[in-house]
Every structure is written in structure tokens, then in C-alpha cells.
């Protein structure tokens, strides 16, 4: 038990407030490790310690919720083959909200199962702890041991079949919901390369995200900040795919302020376009500065100089974005000179493979 109530008197004597403790604190006194134990109030047995009908029940319940765990991971596992991704929203939100219902029911069965378990067919020992120094002693380690030991006892795993059953089944699949979309990432679909390209190419016009519209450079005032996709991009076969490869971030400075850029005329007018994905493990940059030409990233703060090839000045990131080289055509409207040079995203170990 660890209740102390103290407080002085104005005159400067301190006394206790010995109201539910033995303990009076005097001046100069320090509170002693450990207070006498205050009691217990009187022990209510449960239902399920008196009733048999109501331990039964008690059991059945527990027994209902390993199974809706064991239901929970099947069900993932049905949504994971039978609701494939085929690029499109809808089929991500139909999918996202199957797991995550599978999911859900599969941890929250074990969950509940393992609570309701305890606090109803466990015995039901009421058990008074002292405070003690931060390392145990040997003696409590012992101790500690003895009452895990206790506990599988008490939970007697050896006398209820089915119980143990459904216990063992739930824990045993509940991994597959972690293990089935690592799986289903290796394979034929692990293509790293397929990181390397985007569809930027030469003559590739620079449009808004999301209008689509193309964006003059004529319009773009020094300060601002644009989030740029490919034209066409809803053309392409996998659109949310090439998006996320090729969006970038263009950004116009008063062309003095321009330090560096990462290849020679990359930069139209003091328009420069980085990569939007962080070369750190690959969250969208999207925190302009204008004062310092900053951009940071809002997950782990890398922060990044536009004004200087988009060096990394502070945070995790390794390496800078990848500057996607820019001109305008012949209507004055911003065009791509070609594709990144190197691949964007995090500096994973595979990427210049
Ligand atoms: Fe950008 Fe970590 S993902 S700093």
C-alpha cells in the first residue's frame, strides 16, 4: 500500500493527517518504505464462484469470443483473396474495410475472450502487494514466478477441451493476418525496377493536382508552391500507382536566390520541381518555407533546401528529392525535359539495381 497524507501547520509543525493511516509524519521524519497494510473490505464471491449454471455460461461466452476471433481471421483471409486491388478507389475501400473489420474482430475476440476469461473463471484471490525498492528481490522474483504458475492453474487450460481448443486456433491464426500481405508483397509483384521509372518523359506537360489543368509559367508567382501530377495521368493503366511515383512539387524563386540545381537548365526562370516523395522512408513533402526555401517533410522533419539542389540540411533523409528537369513548350506552358535521373522514394538498399 502507498498512501501517505501529510501537510504542516502554519506554525511550522508538521503533522500528519492520520485519517485511513497509522502514519504521522513529524519534522525530519522521512515516510517509511512501507505503510501498514489498511485491510480488505469485505470478499462478494462472483456468479460464476457460487452458480454452476452461471460458470458454464461464463465459459460458453469465453468460448463465443475465441470463436469470433477464429471467424475475424478467416474473414480476412476470404477479403484478402476475394476482394483483389484493381487500381481503382472503390476496390481500395471495399478491401481496406473488409481487413480492417477481419482485423478487428480477430484481435478483439482474443482480446475480450482473455479479459472476461480472467475476471470470471479465474479464482478470485484478492491480494494485497507492498511497495517496494524499483529492483525485486530475489525472494518476489520467486514469487512472481510462483503466481504466473498460479495463473495457469487457475485458468484451468488441462480440464476445459474445448476452451483450450479455441484458444490455441485463435492464436495460431491470428498471424496470418499479418503474414498473408507480406506474403502476397514477394513474388512475381516484388519488381523493385519498377520503381525506377515514372511517366515523365520529354515534351510531358505539368498539370495541377487534381484539376489536371497545365500550368503556364507565366502564372506561377515567385513564393508559391504547386502539387504537380503527368497530363493524362487517368489515361494510364494503374493512375493512383503513376501518381504516386511522379508527383512533385514545384516551387518558383526569384531565379538570385537559386543556389544550385542538380543538372544545368533543369530550372525554368527560378521554377525548379523536386520529387514529393521523402528519400527517407517516403511520406509526401509538403511544408514550404517561404523565407528559407525549406521544405519539409511532416513525418520525421527532414527538411530540405530548394534553393540548393534540395540538399538535406536537418532530419534522417540521406540524399536530396530528385529534381525533375523543366522547360516550357512553345504556348509558354511548363513541360518535363525527361524523367528523373535517379529513382525517387527512400533510399532503399535495391534501388540503383
Ligand atoms: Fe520524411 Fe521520414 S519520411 S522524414
Known amino acids: 500500500m502507498s498512501t501517505t497524507h501529510g501537510h504542516g501547520s502554519q506554525d511550522g509543525d508538521a503533522h500528519g493527517d492520520t485519517a485511513g493511516s497509522d ?6 521524519e522521512v515516510a517509511p518504505d512501507k505503510f501498514e497494510n489498511p485491510g480488505f473490505g469485505p470478499h ?9 449454471a452461471a460458470n458454464k455460461r461464463a465459459e460458453r461466452q469465453v468460448v463465443a469470443l475465441f470463436a469470433v476471433s477464429i471467424l475475424g481471421t478467416i474473414g480476412f483471409v476470404v477479403a484478402y483473396f476475394a476482394l483483389p486491388l484493381d487500381e481503382t478507389v472503390a476496390s481500395m475501400r471495399a478491401s481496406n474495410l473488409a481487413l480492417g473489420l477481419g482485423l478487428a474482430f480477430a484481435l478483439l475476440g482474443i482480446g475480450l475472450a482473455a479479459v472476461h476469461w480472467a475476471k470470471s473463471l479465474m479464482n478470485d484471490h484478492e491480494k494485497a502487494e507492498d511497495r517496494h525498492a524499483q529492483r525485486s528481490t530475489d525472494e ?8 504466473l ?6 485458468s484451468a487450460i488441462g480440464r476445459r477441451g474445448v476452451l483450450k481448443g479455441v484458444l490455441v486456433s485463435s492464436l495460431a491464426l491470428f498471424p496470418l493476418t499479418i503474414a498473408l500481405p507480406l506474403i502476397g508483397e514477394i513474388g512475381e509483384d516484388w519488381n523493385v525496377s519498377k520503381f525506377k521509372r515514372t511517366m515523365w518523359a520529354k515534351g510531358k506537360r505539368l498539370a495541377i493536382d487534381p484539376t489536371g489543368r497545365h500550368i503556364k509559367a507565366a502564372d506561377v508567382t515567385i513564393g508559391s508552391v504547386v502539387h504537380v501530377i503527368p497530363d493524362k495521368l487517368d489515361e494510364t493503366d494503374a493512375p493512383l500507382d503513376e501518381k504516386a511515383k511522379a508527383v512533385v512539387l514545384l ?8 543556389k544550385s540545381e542538380q543538372g544545368e537548365g533543369w530550372s525554368y526562370d527560378g521554377i525548379v520541381a523536386f520529387s514529393k516523395i521523402c528519400t527517407h522512408v517516403g511520406c509526401p513533402v509538403a511544408l514550404y518555407e517561404q523565407q528559407t526555401h525549406h521544405l519539409l517533410c511532416p513525418c520525421h522533419q527532414s ?35 525527361g524523367d528523373f535521373a535517379e529513382p525517387v522514394g527512400p533510399s532503399f538498399w535495391e534501388r540503383l539495381r
Open 149 to 154: 504458475e498460479e495463473g495457469a492453474q487457475d
Open 303 to 337: 527538411t530540405f533546401d530548394v534553393a540548393d539542389s534540395a540538399k538535406v540540411v536537418f532530419g534522417p533523409a540521406k540524399r536530396p528529392l530528385p529534381q525533375l528537369p523543366i522547360t516550357v513548350d512553345d504556348e509558354g506552358y511548363l513541360v518535363a525535359q
Open 23 to 28: 502514519v504521522v509524519l513529524r519534522e525530519g
Open 251 to 258: 516551387v518558383r524563386l526569384d531565379p538570385r536566390d537559386l
Open 140 to 147: 518476489t522474483r520467486a514469487q512472481a514466478v510462483a503466481i
Open 44 to 52: 462478494r464471491p462472483r456468479r460464476a464462484d457460487v452458480d454452476t
